[in-house]
């Protein structure tokens, strides 16, 4: 595509402000008498110096030369990574772009990649991605195989064992385990019997029995003569 096509197709994209700019620009060329702008650099020099100013380039650079993974991943950190350094136009060696990429990630993901010493941006972003894998990979946990589990048989109406590191405690008798308080008054009080239920044959009264009523009376049987 040549310059002027590629003018002209910049100049049916523009909308807005960004149009009424430039039909600016070509009327103040005419009214001076110069000509038309026919340089596809000279185009995107002018659309620059109106839209990109030079603290912008300087603040996409320093974003660029900040720039840290976090916690976000490392797909989004090196798309991250190529969007400003394309955008700043970075200028220097392959090595300088690498150690820059490297030391953006995060620690851990760091030490694997420079274990490999990697020498092009492809080569450490494929090794940051496979070392991102490792770490998230689940860790399986196997169970030794002297381990064994103590077997706890539990029985109603007696209580439960604790279980310790060491095994099982026995069971204990409630007098004999300290942490069950005892109740001595409950141990030694006798069972009292109330008297009250207690009736006499001979009066009919309650709380005494015939042997011991106090209206008891004298009974003398007849006497009989013998023959």
Same mark, same amino acid.
């Given at each position: 595509?040549?310059?002027?096509?590629?003018?002209?197709?910049?100049?049916?994209?523009?909308?807005?402000?960004?149009?009424? @700019?430039?039909?600016?620009?070509?009327h103040?060329? *005419?009214?001076? /008498?110069?000509?038309?702008?026919?340089?596809w650099?000279?185009?995107?020099?002018?659309?620059?110096?109106? @839209?990109?100013?030079?603290?912008?380039? %300087?603040?996409?650079?320093? /974003?660029?030369?900040?720039? %840290?993974?976090?916690?976000?991943?490392?797909?989004k @950190?090196?798309?991250?990574?190529?969007? &400003?350094?394309?955008?700043?136009?970075?200028?220097?060696?392959?090595? #300088?772009?690498?150690?820059?990429? +490297? !030391?953006? &990630?995060?620690?851990?993901?760091?030490?694997?990649?420079?274990?490999?010493? =990697?020498? #092009? +941006?492809?080569?450490?972003?494929?090794?940051?991605?496979?070392?991102?894998?490792? @770490?998230k990979?689940? +860790? $399986?946990?196997?169970?030794?195989?002297?381990?064994?589990?103590?077997?706890? $048989?539990? $029985?109603?109406?007696? *209580?439960?064992?604790?279980?310790?590191? /060491?095994?099982?405690?026995?069971?204990t008798?409630?007098?004999s385990? =300290?942490? +069950?308080?005892?109740?001595?008054?409950?141990? #030694? $009080?006798?069972?009292? #019997?109330?008297t009250?239920?207690?009736?006499?044959? !001979?009066?009919?009264?309650?709380?005494?029995?015939?042997?011991?009523?106090?209206?008891?009376? &004298?009974?003398?049987? =007849?006497? %009989?003569?013998?023959?």
């Amino acid at each position: 595509m040549s310059d002027l096509e590629r003018i002209r197709f910049t100049k049916m994209k523009l909308v807005g402000p960004a149009k009424r @700019y430039w039909l600016k620009v070509e009327h103040d060329l *005419a009214n001076m /008498d110069e000509p038309p702008i026919t340089s596809w650099v000279e185009m995107r020099h002018k659309l620059k110096e109106k @839209y990109l100013p030079t603290y912008h380039k %300087r603040r996409l650079h320093t /974003d660029w030369l900040n720039l %840290r993974q976090g916690p976000s991943t490392v797909a989004k @950190y090196m798309n991250r990574f190529e969007d &400003l350094a394309s955008r700043c136009d970075v200028q220097q060696e392959a090595w #300088t772009t690498v150690t820059k990429f +490297i !030391n953006g &990630l995060r620690i851990k993901i760091q030490q694997e990649v420079n274990l490999h010493a =990697p020498t #092009t +941006i492809a080569e450490a972003s494929h090794l940051a991605l496979e070392v991102e894998k490792l @770490y998230k990979a689940p +860790i $399986q946990r196997t169970r030794p195989a002297s381990y064994n589990k103590p077997r706890v $048989q539990f $029985q109603p109406g007696l *209580a439960q064992p604790r279980i310790t590191p /060491d095994g099982p405690k026995p069971r204990t008798s409630p007098s004999s385990d =300290p942490s +069950i308080p005892k109740d001595t008054h409950s141990l #030694t $009080q006798k069972p009292v #019997t109330s008297t009250s239920r207690i009736r006499c044959f !001979n009066c009919q009264g309650t709380g005494h029995v015939a042997s011991s009523c106090p209206h008891r009376t &004298l009974y003398i049987a =007849p006497y %009989r003569t013998l023959r």
